[in-house]
Structures are given as C-alpha cells and as structure tokens.
C-alpha cells in the first residue's frame, strides 16, 4: 500500500513563499507520476500541478502557473511544490496524489496578514 506525508505548510502573508513536501513509501516512486492537489475552504478540491516519472514534464492549472513549480527528488522518494506570490485565495489544504491513486492526508497552507 502506497503510503503519501505531505508537509511543509502553514501561516504566511500574502506575496510570501512555501515549498511543500510529500514523502512516499510503498511503491516504485520513480515509475509514477504525482500530482498536486488542493481544497479551498468550502470549495471543491481542484487539481494544480502534475510531474512525470522522471520529471521531464511538468503541468499547471493555469490560476498557479508561473507562481508554482512542482519538482521531484527520485532519490529520495519526494515530491516538492514551490509556491510562491502567495495570495490569500492559494488558502486551503494541499494534498499529494500518486499516479496510482494514492493519496496523503494533506498540509494546511493559510495565506493571510
């Protein structure tokens, strides 16, 4: 069973910046695309960003295109998210997703002054 920790989120002020991370044990992490996904506060969790195995290609949601990069360490079984600009509507919880359909508990990133 494919198991996902995210961590790295918290409080930060708007314009700020938070990399994420999402830790994986339980299956082959090199041979499977990952995914970042986040729910707003009463809202419908939404897709953000998408890496390939091997990292050679990246996708975005166009609302954190050119703010956020998605990047993966094979080495280390990790997947990171790079926020940056951070705006209070980026608020919500961020939760990691394997290609396999595994899914982390999620880390709360709260952008507020």
């Known amino acids: 069973q494919g198991q996902l920790v995210e961590s790295g989120g918290g409080l930060v002020q708007p314009g700020g910046s938070l990399t994420l991370s999402c830790v994986v044990s339980g299956f082959y992490f090199d041979m499977v695309s990952m995914n970042w996904h986040r729910q707003a506060p009463g809202k419908e969790r939404e897709w953000i960003a998408n890496?390939?195995?091997?990292?050679?290609?990246?996708s975005y949601t166009d609302s954190v295109k050119d703010r956020f990069i998605i990047s993966r360490d094979n080495s280390k079984n990790t997947v990171f998210l790079q926020m940056s600009g951070l705006q209070p509507d980026d608020t919500g919880v961020y939760f990691c997703q394997s290609g396999l359909n595994h899914w982390g508990k999620g880390t709360l990133v709260t952008v507020s002054s």
């Open positions: 890496i390939a195995a091997d990292g050679a290609k990246t």
